[in-house]
């Protein structure tokens, strides 16, 4: 029987969700964003869990979408009804993830990058070792990071968003750290360790209080937030159909530079 691409494990007052596909570097297929939306719904219902840690197994936290199905998907009569469900199955982990009641702690070890990067900003804490990058490298796979566009100005502002968007540059921890993206950066040994010392620090506080909060930073500070993420759903979407993406794709799968018309 195949592991779970995506493990709960509940401690005392803790959970940790933890992506678990190392040998594609937590990369997102269908089945395993499924299994990440099934896992934040059963600890939304877990009372005894007040904080989550979202990690990755291996040495990435997380490298996005998985570009090979996106590029495999191509080949289907029903391919953009196909692309605008997997941008769907994603906007509605990333909205969970804003919504959910309880704080969710990032513990990022390795790369975290376009939809990972996602994952990071839609924490409401991050914790990242000394060996985590963060990026946005989708234009040069002719993509567009759609969902996570607006997450990124949410979190840092318009300025440094456009500059990760455009350069599509990928910056290290530190860096990261200075911009807001990470808040704190710790040996990559003790990155969970961390996380969880933050998780613990928020189960002092009432839950109630805790979801009242998020609601106000995601919901009422956040107000356009969900707007912006469906209008990038639909952006994303439609530049999945594009030549430069389909060349950006096969340039990835065959592993070569690609050519832009």
Sequence with gaps: MSEPLVK????????TILLNRPDKR?????????????????????????????????SSFCAGMDLVEMQATAAAADAI????QDARAYREVIEKMLRFPKPIIAAVDGAAVAGGAGLVLASDMVVA??????????????LIAGMVAPLLH??????????????AETIGAERACEMGIFHEVVQSDV?????????EACTASA?????????????????H???????GTAASSTARTTAAAAEGLAAFVEKREPNWE
């Design 129 to 142: 070792s000394q060996n985590a990058n963060f990026g946005l490298p989708e234009p040069r796979r002719g």
């Design 81 to 84: 009804r196909l692309w605008e």
């Design 225 to 231: 937030l969900v707007t912006m993420l469906a209008a």
């Design 191 to 199: 990155v969970w360790a961390r996380a969880n010392q933050l998780a």
């Design 26 to 58: 937590n990369a997102l297929n269908r089945a395993m964003l499924a299994e990440l939306d099934q896992a934040l719904h059963d600890l939304h219902m877990q009372r005894s869990a007040r904080a989550v840690i979202l990690s990755g197994a291996g």
């Design 207 to 223: 839950p109630e209080a805790l979801a009242l909060t998020k609601r106000l930073l995601n919901e009422t500070i956040g107000d």
């Design 154 to 167: 949410f979190r840092i502002g318009a300025g440094r968003a456009a500059y990760l968007l455009l350069t």
């Design 8 to 15: 709960i494990h509940v401690h005392q007052k803790t959970a």
